[in-house]
């Protein structure tokens, strides 16, 4: 490896691209164009980063595997950063294998610090941990000690354990701070603005508040009956039921809750849970029929019984049912949580996350778009979506992962 690539790599690794342009940009060769991809997506160009690191991996010799390995690993963090969550799963795993047999172990490690925040953004928790499981950061650089403490604080976050994410934010920021790297500081500072923004609204006898990740996770282990309108699902302590693929019945399980200690006339549970403006015999016969369902799903916690005006929801052994809102009133939240993040998405990596159809994406982009909170970029498949640069909210509460004890 002559000089100049060797000090434009060192000028990318202190996150300074212009620096690294400067020495390689009128460079053809391989290990040149592998360097202007990575100053590129650095930049924020990552349509140029992505077709420079294609050309650089085409580049490379039958000999020079390692090297081409290492482009994989790259393009797949310009693919993340795009929210491309369709890329080649396998093709990173190969690569990071390679890498490990090759003895590059930091090189490997950061694609499966890669591996884990995809496997995040759509919301596979276990499978995250168990890939991070045995890898100590220790050894590592400080930039992959920091994104090692990025990637924990999320799971944690996900999980809604605050403590746990606080103490991880703190060793990330030590660890950014020693790698002097101004963008990964930034990353860190996001996050832990995240911890003091509103999480969540608590709505209990006709009044709400909202909550912080702590406050959250401090109802959540509370005595209390909490039906959460952020997971779609009604929990007591560590006894959960899951009502994610069931909108009608946490329609109804919502209205109730919100309605404690009082009842929900037949006519409001008609609109909430079907959208009846006009309800016939029909509509009221479904709505014994789910609210019997209803009943016999939640019969562990709470039971449900019919009065003169509607019906009431009443729990077992909580002393109080609260329900656990999303921030703000949005029809179309989930999708706004995920673009809260600063990126843009493609429609179907946010169909891949929302774990929902993509044409249902569409119409709920379209809508937004419609109200001016997100915009588009670019045509057909490469159209991405994105919103304002500062979230309203942050995403933890919304994305779709199992709630503790789940």
């Not at 491309?84 to 047999?101: S, W, Y």
């Not at 660890?175 to 990964?184: D, E, F, S, V, Y």
């Not at 560590?238 to 919502?254: E, I, M, N, Y």
């Not at 006009?278 to 009221?284: L, P, T, V």
Request: with cysteine; proline share 6%; glycine share 6%.
């Amino acid at each position: 490896m002559d000089s100049l690539i060797t000090a434009a790599a060192r000028a990318l690794a202190a996150g300074d691209p212009f620096g690294a342009l400067n020495l390689v940009a009128l460079r053809e060769d391989a290990p040149a164009l592998a360097l202007r991809g990575i100053a590129m997506a650095q930049l924020g160009d990552l349509a140029r980063a992505k077709l420079l690191l294609r050309k650089a991996a085409r580049g490379f010799g039958p000999r020079e595997a390692v090297a081409r390995a290492r482009c994989v690993v790259a393009e797949a963090e310009v693919a993340l950063a795009a929210r491309d969550l369709n890329g080649p799963a396998k093709t990173l795993e190969a690569a990071r294998a390679l890498l490990e047999a090759q003895g590059d172990r930091a090189n490997a490690a950061h694609a499966r610090y890669l591996e884990v925040r995809r496997l995040l953004l759509i919301g596979r928790l276990d499978e995250a941990e168990r890939k991070l499981e045995g890898l100590d950061p220790a050894p590592f650089p400080p930039a992959l000690r920091a994104a090692h403490e990025l990637v924990v604080a999320g799971i944690a976050m996900r999980r809604l354990q605050a403590r746990a994410t606080r103490a991880a934010l703190a060793k990330a920021e030590r660890a950014a701070r020693q790698a002097g790297i101004p963008a990964l500081t930034a990353e860190v500072e996001s996050a832990q603005r995240l911890l003091q923004a509103p999480a969540a609204r608590r709505i209990a006898r006709g009044g709400e508040r909202p909550l912080r990740l702590a406050e959250v996770e401090t109802l959540l282990a509370s005595k209390a009956l909490v039906v959460d309108a952020c997971r779609r699902a009604v929990r007591e302590g560590d006894k959960l039921v899951s009502l994610a693929t069931r909108p009608v019945l946490f329609a109804l399980a919502g209205a109730l809750a919100e309605a404690w200690p009082g009842d929900v006339a037949r006519e409001t549970l008609l609109a909430r849970a079907f959208g009846a403006k006009h309800a016939d015999e029909s509509h009221r016969a479904r709505l014994r029929v789910e609210i019997g369902r209803l009943r016999a799903m939640l019969r562990p916690l709470a039971h449900l019984s019919a009065t003169k005006q509607g019906f009431a929801l009443a729990p077992r052994r909580a002393r109080e049912v609260v329900l656990l809102a999303p921030p703000g009133e949005e029809a179309h939240a989930a999708v706004l949580a995920f673009l809260a993040d600063g990126e843009a998405w493609s429609s179907s990596a946010l169909a891949l996350a929302l774990g929902t159809s993509q044409r249902s994406v569409q119409r709920a982009l379209d809508a937004l778009a419609a109200e001016g909170k997100v915009q588009a970029l670019g045509r057909a498949r490469a159209r991405r979506w994105m919103t304002p640069p500062l979230p309203a909210f942050t995403t933890a509460l919304l994305l779709p992962a199992p709630l503790p004890g789940g």
